[in-house]
């Protein structure tokens, strides 16, 4: 299988404050994972690739100091929205791509998803 | 012009009727496609993937490739009520290294009525 969990699935935050999100890979290692946001009735926006033991590489006019993300494991991503505005209101979604050997295929799975609602 | 296009929709078929879905893309290097559902308020998931030209079954989807003509298609045979959702083309454009970026077209959007 190739099975990805997000948590949390759902927060609700006030203004100001930071959120984390967590990407795991449950029965695979991954190398590289993604962060996506998607608004209502858009398709996915690749926001940034996460790499294990280096920086993430966002995408343009994603910033990066304000999406932290942190890949300390072959399964585990982190991504942090820090201070959190209502227009940060969004469906966040991660995906990975299961390693074969030494590389990874390109093939991502995908989480089930956060919904950040920025108050 | 967009790297990877599909048809909004809604498409609309009757239960039991093949659903045809389709997309192009405009990187000619481009080795791996892929189709996502997804289901409003959910995550996509992976439905298959395809590589080289021609026709790859599983199930009742049939994904088709054409490289020549930059197009790859989605076919549903039987198509269930439950197939109702927004159906998500994916191009590697990098040649299908390890790096893995996935290009998304914007969705077409099924509706199977029994």
């Not at chain 2, 197009?71 to 299908?96: F, M």
Request: glycine letters at 8%.
């Amino acid at each position: 299988g190739a099975v990805v969990s997000q948590h949390p699935s759902r927060v609700i935050c006030k203004s100001g404050t930071s959120v984390k999100i967590e990407c795991r890979s449950l029965d695979f290692q991954a190398t590289t994972m993604f962060w996506y946001r998607q608004f209502p009735k858009q398709s996915l926006m690749l926001m940034a690739t996460s790499n294990e033991g280096s920086k993430a590489t966002y995408e343009q006019g994603v910033e990066k100091d304000k999406f932290l993300i942190n890949h300390a494991s072959l399964t585990l991503s982190t991504l942090t929205v820090t201070s959190a505005h209502p227009e940060d209101s969004s469906f966040y979604i991660c995906s990975a791509s299961k390693m074969t050997g030494t590389s990874n295929t390109d093939t991502q799975y995908f989480g089930p998803g956060t919904r950040l609602t920025v108050l | 012009q967009k790297e990877v296009e599909q048809n909004s929709g809604p498409l609309s078929v009757p239960e039991g009727a093949i659903a045809s879905l389709n997309c192009t893309y405009s990187d000619r290097v481009s080795q791996s496609f892929f189709w996502y559902r997804q289901y409003s308020g959910k995550s996509p998931e992976l439905i298959m993937s395809i590589y080289s030209n021609g026709d790859k079954e599983d199930g009742r989807f049939t994904a088709q490739l054409n490289k020549a003509s930059q197009y790859v298609s989605l076919l549903i045979r039987d198509s269930q009520p439950s197939d109702s959702a927004t159906y998500l083309c994916a191009v590697n454009p990098a040649g299908g290294t390890s790096y893995g970026k996935l290009t998304f077209g914007q969705g077409t959007i099924l509706t199977v009525h029994p």
